[in-house]
């Protein structure tokens, strides 16, 4: 079947990509910049979901769509609203005219409409324009996404190789529930097919929930190297997030990230597990996969 990705050429999409072809599908990646891409597999072409006009006629007739397109940190024009919440409305209104099958949206876990951050409202208000739409769809709420080129994990692991420590915001003990990328991949090419998960919306996680501290120590153990943790008092990680995105786009946490990893993570699999009858693999399981 034909497959529109938005966001195709992130972390996330590569891996949605790719599974997806595995399957047989027809993918087309919608990418702002297409012929900047050189490595994607799939065919791509121009579109830009923080632009509604240049998406008229990018989706194929009865296509299905996988809409991961989103922001960490806003940009200048590029702020939450407009690419998450406004973006979405846009990919929606574009489905209905080309008559999609259906709408597969990668969302995340804590999106709400009295959402703690931006992020989380905008990721709220995307998910009303999809469940408004009028066409079958699927909701998918990840906690962290974990795999062998993940940007947050895969920081920890680095730094391990060269610093003496290895520091944690807090107290380490706010709950994550790392989903690994493959598993994600596996739900959604699922997804893009009718099943029982025709309008549900699920938490897309891990077997069980952990502190951050446990999750740092499984890196250790995955990697072969231990470090003690360094747990920075919340005031000095607040100023840290405040000031350093103002001098730098590289700071590694903003404030409202650090708020959203204090809030924790976590989700029920459940519903997943018994709909998809995929079992999320363990954290520890699966950077042995890859680390080990």
Known sequence: MDVLVTGGTG??????????????????GLARHP???????????AGDVADPSSLRGTIPAGAAIVHLVAIMRPRGAQT?????????RAVVAAARA??????????????RANGSTPYFRAKWAAEEAVRGSGLPYVILRPSFVFGPDDEVFNTFVRMLRWA???????????????VAIWDLA???AKAVRPGPWDGREYDLVGPQAMSFDVAMKALMTASGRRRPLLHLPLAAARLQASLLPKITARAPITRDQ????????????GPLVRDFGIVPTGFAEGLARYLG
């Open 98 to 111: 080309a008559d999609a099958a259906r709408i597969v949206y990668v969302s995340a876990v804590g999106a």
């Open 164 to 178: 003496p420590v290895l520091p944690v915001m807090g107290d380490g003990r706010y709950e994550i529930q790392p």
């Open 80 to 88: 939450f609203d407009r690419v998450i919440a406004e973006g979405t």
């Open 11 to 28: 972390y996330v999409g590569h891996h949605v990509v790719a599974r997806l072809l595995e399957d047989g599908d027809r993918v087309i």
């Open 258 to 269: 650090l708020t959203m990893l204090l809030e924790g993570s976590t989700g029920d699999p």
């Open 35 to 45: 012929e900047r891409v050189r490595d994607m597999a799939c065919d791509l072409i």
């Open 186 to 188: 596996a739900v959604v």
